[in-house]
């Protein structure tokens, strides 16, 4: 593949909404000694067992990613976290969003989605209390 100077420009890593909601994440995050790893590809959590169809599925996961994923001291999967935002309602992400639902309940990791503007805090406690994080 060829570079072209010029071509790339940095990028921060969240959105100014993402990171006003990663501050309680981490705080909350932090009480209950989890990691929390932002923007993680659903491939690297999730992979395709269907051998005759790998390429064709690996595609969907690959092309994907879950805002934040929560791991534990041993960095093993606990949990992902979602965070919704009116971008979510249209009919194309209600297809994703349905797509990564079915993918964490296949895999049997709790999907925890928030939806932007709610008390972030309060929001994130009550979903780790009721998953019992």
Same mark, same amino acid.
């Given at each position: =593949?060829?570079?072209v $100077?010029?071509? /790339?420009k940095?990028?921060?890593?969240l959105t =100014?909404? $993402?990171?006003?909601?990663?501050?309680p994440?981490? =705080?909350?995050? &932090? =009480?209950?000694?989890?990691?929390?790893c932002?923007k +993680?590809?659903?491939?690297?959590i999730?992979?395709? %067992?269907?051998?005759?169809?790998?390429q064709? /599925?690996? #595609?969907? +996961?690959?092309?994907? &990613?879950?805002d934040?994923?929560?791991?534990?001291?041993?960095?093993? %999967?606990?949990?992902?976290v979602?965070l919704?935002?009116?971008?979510?309602?249209? $009919?194309?992400a209600t297809? +994703?969003?349905?797509?990564?639902?079915?993918v964490?309940?296949?895999? #049997?990791?709790?999907?925890?989605?928030?939806? +932007? #503007? %709610?008390d972030?805090?309060?929001?994130?406690?009550?979903?780790?209390?009721?998953?019992?994080?």
């Amino acid at each position: =593949k060829q570079f072209v $100077e010029n071509s /790339y420009k940095k990028a921060n890593l969240l959105t =100014k909404t $993402e990171y006003a909601f990663f501050i309680p994440l981490l =705080k909350e995050c &932090h =009480k209950r000694k989890l990691m929390v790893c932002p923007k +993680v590809r659903l491939e690297d959590i999730a992979y395709v %067992t269907d051998t005759e169809n790998r390429q064709k /599925y690996r #595609g969907y +996961v690959r092309a994907r &990613h879950i805002d934040f994923i929560l791991v534990n001291m041993y960095c093993e %999967t606990i949990a992902g976290v979602e965070l919704d935002d009116p971008s979510h309602n249209s $009919e194309e992400a209600t297809i +994703v969003d349905d797509f990564k639902n079915k993918v964490f309940q296949t895999i #049997g990791i709790p999907l925890i989605r928030i939806q +932007v #503007g %709610t008390d972030y805090a309060s929001q994130i406690c009550m979903a780790f209390d009721e998953l019992e994080l």
